[in-house]
């Protein structure tokens, strides 16, 4: 099965509101990343994150490497949020660096 | 800052033709990577380098091939283009003192 399993795979917000992605991993893994893809279909890093949580205007991101997930929670959203999120795991020691991605979740925010 | 250059943007093969694609980096970055993106199915990862001259295979290096010629370039190559194949390649790179990823534009593979 998938190393990373992000959920959901798409999402409908109304502006103003938020709401939580997320993403589970089969194995224990160090550090998790999260990405929106531009316009331009870019991808462009939000957070990386090794333990805790990081929170950057109206994102917020959490990671429990022991628990086996990590979350992306998007506060107040705006139609210039709508696209399609990302969050990528990095593997253990036995092979450092391998970036294993999830399948994306499609976030469409509706005025 | 730097940049992540993929060549070429757009790639159009035929049934059975080996096709490269390269990446270029100057961030000075030692791990590169190779991802493919089809639709639904998010990056799978083909191929990392982790300094020079060194291979890591990911879960779908099955029908490729990948060189690090140098720190800078990062190669990947389709060894047998299969027919109406149809992806978009990624390239990135790591910062090795924040983890993070930085990303190319993509080279999208088109098989006649």
């Known amino acids: 099965g998938d190393q990373v399993e992000q959920s959901p795979s798409a999402l409908s917000l109304h502006e103003g509101t938020g709401s939580a992605l997320r993403c589970n991993f089969t194995?224990?893994?160090?550090?998790v990343q999260w990405f929106r893809k531009n316009s331009r279909g870019s991808l462009i890093n939000l957070f990386y994150?090794?333990?805790g949580t990081k929170e950057n205007g109206r994102l917020k991101s959490a990671f429990d490497s022991k628990e086996r997930y990590s979350t992306l929670h998007i506060r107040d959203a705006q139609l210039e949020d709508s696209g399609t999120y990302f969050c990528?795991?990095?593997?253990?020691?036995?092979?450092?660096?391998?970036?294993?991605f999830g399948k994306g979740t499609h976030l469409h925010v509706l005025p | 800052g730097g940049i992540i250059t993929q060549t070429p943007k757009f790639l159009i093969g035929q049934e059975g033709q080996k096709l490269t694609l390269k990446c270029q980096q100057n961030f000075n970055h030692d791990t590169m990577y190779w991802y493919r993106q089809d639709s639904g199915k998010g990056l799978r990862l083909i191929y990392y380098s982790i300094t020079e001259n060194d291979l890591q295979k990911g879960d779908l290096s099955e029908g490729y091939d990948a060189s690090r010629e140098k720190k800078s370039s990062f190669s990947l190559t389709v060894t047998s283009a299969q027919k109406n194949e149809m992806a978009v390649f990624l390239c990135?790179?790591?910062?090795?003192?924040?983890?993070?990823?930085?990303f190319g534009e993509g080279s999208k593979l088109t098989v006649l």
């Open positions: 990528a795991a990095e593997a253990g020691d036995t092979n450092a660096y391998k970036v294993i």
């Open positions: 994150l090794a333990s």
């Open positions: 990135a790179s790591r910062q090795g003192n924040t983890g993070q990823l930085y």
């Open positions: 194995t224990t893994m160090r550090a």
